[in-house]
């Protein structure tokens, strides 16, 4: 999990987070399999899954891992031009928030792998300007001590593409007891959590 030097490059996550209306929740099961039919001729293409919040059961996180940023946007780019990707923005009820992240850490199972109903925790801060690699640094130390928490599955450290001092952490659980119980009283940052429904 530990990193040292030049920061390797795990692949490229894209992270959707998308307010659906209940009504359109079929919608977006029927996106999922359209868009993995795309998806799955791309080179590069590793996976899709898709999890709903735990506190706001309108708002779904999306994860879609490539093995790289020219991967990733070929991608985006068959699903728009095939339709499903028009089709389920036009069903949410606000505009989606999407990141491409360069992944630099990554430990464990990959997210398609996770078995559904488990849990992934996901935290975004921003480091001062030239302080990006020391929040990586700081995200992994945090990671290797949840490591040993019973339930920790693995994790994911991502640095936003177009906002180097972004950075994205990921942390997965086998369940919604295990990622309660990793959380310090009064953590000073805010996390999120989501279930595994789809992928």
């Avoid at 089709?87 to 630099?104: A, F, I, N």
């Avoid at 990959?110 to 929040?135: E, F, K, M, N």
């Avoid at 950075?167 to 086998?174: D, E, N, P, S």
Wanted: aromatic share 8%.
């Amino acid at each position: 999990m530990v990193h040292n030097g030049a920061m390797p490059d795990c692949g490229t996550a894209i992270v959707v987070r998308a307010r659906v209306c209940p009504e359109d929740h079929e919608t977006l099961r029927e996106y999922h399999r359209k868009n993995c039919r795309v998806l799955r001729d791309v080179r590069g293409y590793r996976s899709m899954t898709v999890w709903e919040d735990l506190e706001d059961p309108t708002e779904f996180l999306m994860l879609l891992l490539f093995d790289d940023e020219r991967s990733a946007d070929e991608g985006l780019k068959a699903t728009t031009e095939a339709g499903p990707l028009v089709e389920s923005m036009k069903r949410v009820c606000d505009p989606p928030d999407v990141r491409r992240t360069r992944l630099v850490s990554l430990w464990g199972p990959v997210p398609c792998l996770v078995p559904l109903g488990s849990i992934v925790s996901l935290s975004i801060r921003t480091a001062d300007p030239g302080y990006g690699s020391d929040l990586v640094d700081e995200l992994d130390r945090i990671f290797a001590e949840l490591s040993f928490l019973p339930g920790f599955l693995g994790c994911a450290i991502g640095r936003n593409s177009a906002l180097r001092e972004e950075v994205v952490g990921l942390a997965f659980w086998r369940d919604e007891a295990s990622f309660r119980q990793s959380l310090p009283h009064g953590h000073p940052h805010q996390v999120r959590a989501y279930r595994k429904v789809m992928g």
